[in-house]
């Protein structure tokens, strides 16, 4: 089945302490992207990938980290995590970038105390 | 960078009325619209897009319009059923980022 999955689904951690969220396709997608959702604010984009070891920013990324190491996985990590970064977390891919859908992952409802 | 405005952000109708939701943007580049469902605890899965080649697609019960010229595009759904119920988000293609409204929450009274 093709699809995105990402990890955790939920996580509750402290300030400062450093955490990765995995989010992996099986679609063969180019482009890979994270999103956050808070209320009011839609979909933000964070950083996005056009290919392996192709990234950018998107419109906040500040206080995250990516890599595209691999085709397939596109992890966002947090160094050192902060409360305004408790949100819902999407990552999503698409064959490729700009004009293209985006297929979803699950989601990842993060909480910093 | 881009922009794009969605309205109304609540959107409440009594079933089998019609709701039309609208987005406006400023880069006259885009020429790439979706809009995206996203159910209670659910994510978001693309209903309907439109390129910009062409001016209105329908499917079924949802259609969307599009005008280039004064940059905004609209999602209309007729005779609207409770399942039609979730957050609705515009989004356009700004390069390579896909940038999205801030959502229109619609509840369809049974």
């Known amino acids: 089945e093709a699809q995105v999955t990402q990890n955790p689904r939920y996580l509750i951690t402290v300030t400062g302490k450093k955490l990765t969220v995995t989010c992996s396709q099986n679609m063969n997608h180019e482009y890979m992207s994270w999103y956050r959702q808070d209320p009011g604010l839609g979909l933000r984009q964070i950083y996005y990938s056009m290919n392996v070891e192709v990234t950018d920013k998107g419109d906040v990324p500040e206080g995250y980290k990516v890599s595209r190491k691999e085709k397939r996985n596109f992890p966002l990590i947090l160094e050192s995590p902060s409360p305004n970064q408790t949100s819902l977390y999407f990552c999503?891919?698409?064959?490729?970038?700009?004009?293209?859908?985006?297929?979803f992952g699950a989601g990842s409802r993060l909480t910093v105390l | 960078g881009e922009n794009v405005e969605q309205h109304p952000s609540t959107l409440s109708v009594q079933e089998g009325d019609s709701a039309v939701i609208k987005c406006t943007y400023s880069d006259s580049a885009s020429n790439y619209f979706p809009w995206y469902k996203q159910e209670l605890g659910k994510r978001p899965q693309l209903i309907i897009d439109i390129r910009s080649n062409v001016g209105e697609k329908k499917d079924q019960r949802i259609a969307v319009t599009l005008n280039k010229t004064a940059k905004h595009f609209s999602l209309h759904i007729t005779e609207t059923q409770p399942e039609d119920s979730a957050v609705y988000f515009c989004?356009?293609?700004?390069?390579?980022?896909?940038?999205f409204g801030a959502g229109t929450r619609l509840f369809v009274k049974a």
């Open positions: 999503a891919s698409g064959a490729r970038a700009g004009a293209n859908v985006l297929t």
């Open positions: 989004a356009l293609n700004g390069g390579f980022k896909t940038i």
